[in-house]
């Protein structure tokens, strides 16, 4: 038989948007649970490091994530890493993971997004064998070596500036011969000799033996088919929202990222979500701390509303 655990916050996902929650929530002065599904720190536990969380001119991606989680100590969070998830019941409020069965007043979904993949031939034969999605975690197999990034936005461009510090040359493959990166970070890339940009292209097929070899590559505009001997491949072509254990649940918007209020309510009362996981115009940490803020004080009123007014939730 399961333990049955009682919070009047439950908040998925330990994350900047989860801490911030859970440090809110907590200090609102109601029971508040942090569960994940793996260790916590979400996304920044892997970034090298940040230079744009105001208060820290710089600081690593793995030492922020652990302030976030030594701050919701200091407030009592309960935590749940490592938990596997067997059924989320929004409606109900409830989540059953392998060890227990949650039941909360409130939920707030901070559950993050994921990288998306190429879809090419190869890409998922080769992952760990020269196909990665993280070049923190990856890049220091590369020294002297040749690899390729894919995308152009901001993860692309800042990953591929990390790898030149392993890689003897980056390949920057990108679909347009336009960057979408902040026009800051696509100076500093310029003016980097080890990244050629390879404009208007496309990865067709990721090749190699044991390891990746080479990457097939097609121009959009001249339909050339092209060959670059690379020994890694880094697809950083955006992110698409974590959200299989519920998406029947709630509405979503055309990308699958959950729609909210400027409350962080979703189209359930009671259930908030926060962080990459929802439709926000902005992913970065900050406007994930600031979600978390906003949906906990809410998630308390809401709990005080409904207890004033005796009604069961
Ligand atoms: P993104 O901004 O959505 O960029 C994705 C890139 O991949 C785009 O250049 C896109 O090309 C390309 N792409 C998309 N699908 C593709 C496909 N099937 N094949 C080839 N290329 C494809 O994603 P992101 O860079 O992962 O960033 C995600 C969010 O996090 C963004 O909001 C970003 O600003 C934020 N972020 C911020 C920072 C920072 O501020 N330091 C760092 C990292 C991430 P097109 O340009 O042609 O669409």
């Known amino acids: ?12 996902g330990g994350g900047p948007a989860g801490f911030s929650a859970g440090i809110y ?12 599904t793996s260790m916590f720190g979400g996304q920044p536990s892997n970034y090298l490091e940040l230079e744009n969380y105001p208060g820290f001119l710089k600081i690593g991606g793995y030492d922020l994530a652990e302030k976030f989680e030594q701050h919701a100590d200091m407030f009592k969070v309960k935590k749940f890493p490592m938990q596997e998830i067997e059924n989320v019941d929004l409606v109900a409020k409830t989540i059953s993971t392998k060890e227990f069965d949650f039941e909360g007043k409130t939920i707030i ?48 461009i ?4 990390y790898l030149t510090k392993f890689a003897k040359k980056v390949y920057v493959i990108h679909r347009r011969n336009e960057l979408r990166a902040d026009k800051i970070i696509q100076e500093r890339a310029f003016k980097n000799e080890k990244i050629k940009f390879v404009f208007d292209t496309v990865v067709e097929k990721i090749v190699g033996e ?17 060959i670059l001997n690379v020994d890694g491949v880094f697809p950083y072509i955006g992110i698409k929202p974590n959200t299989e254990m519920f998406c029947t649940q709630l509405k979503q918007d055309e990308k699958g990222f959950i729609v909210t209020d400027t409350t962080m309510q979703t189209s359930l009362e009671g259930v908030y979500a926060v962080g990459d996981v929802r439709n926000t115009p902005l992913r970065q940490v900050i406007t994930a701390t600031a979600d978390g803020a906003v949906a906990a004080v809410y998630a308390v009123k809401y709990i005080e509303e409904k207890s004033h007014s005796r009604e069961k939730i």
Do not use: H
Not at 158 to 161: G, L, N, P, W
């Open 109 to 156: 979904i901070a559950t993050g997004a994921s990288p998306m993949k190429l879809g090419v031939e190869g890409e998922k034969e080769f992952v760990g064998r020269g196909v990665s999605y993280c070049a923190v975690c990856d890049g220091s197999f590369y020294k002297d070596k040749v690899v390729a990034v894919v995308g152009g936005g901001n993860s692309a």
């Open 210 to 226: 044991a390891l990746v070899n080479s990457v097939i590559t097609k121009n959009v505009k001249t339909s050339e088919i092209g």
């Open 25 to 36: 929530a907590s200090r609102g002065a109601v029971s508040t649970a942090i569960i994940d």
């Open 158 to 161: 800042e990953e591929a500036m």
């Open 1 to 12: 038989m399961k333990e049955r655990l009682y919070f009047d916050t439950i908040i998925l």
